[in-house]
């Protein structure tokens, strides 16, 4: 018996509806193995702290992408935090030295 998924569905993280329209969608969609949803699989603090600091970046999809990886490869909460409030002012500080804009 084949089982087919509709392709409407989307996840269930309740940042999903903040994230629409400010990400790339193919980032909210983006599954594992399993099917499940990796933006399901951020950490609340993690996506706060995106939503908080990078949404307006010119940078964010990257980050996200990289906070999606992270957490699909079971990475400890604070490290991820960690590295991504780490590249973070960096990026910010080569965007404002090189005066470069989205």
């Not at 983006?30 to 990078?54: P, S, W």
Request: charged share 25%; aromatic share 8%.
């Amino acid at each position: 018996m084949i089982i087919l998924k509709e392709l409407t569905d989307k996840p269930h993280s309740p940042f999903y509806e903040q994230l629409l329209g400010k990400v790339d969608e193919h980032l909210l969609h983006l599954q594992d193995t399993r099917g499940t949803f990796l933006l399901d699989k951020i950490n609340e603090k993690n996506l706060n702290y995106y939503l908080n600091q990078l949404v307006d970046m010119p940078w964010n999809d990257h980050l996200l992408l990289s906070i999606l990886v992270y957490a699909d490869t079971n990475v400890d909460v604070k490290t991820i935090n960690n590295v991504i409030s780490g590249i973070h002012p960096r990026l910010n500080d080569i965007f404002g030295v090189f005066q470069l804009k989205k």
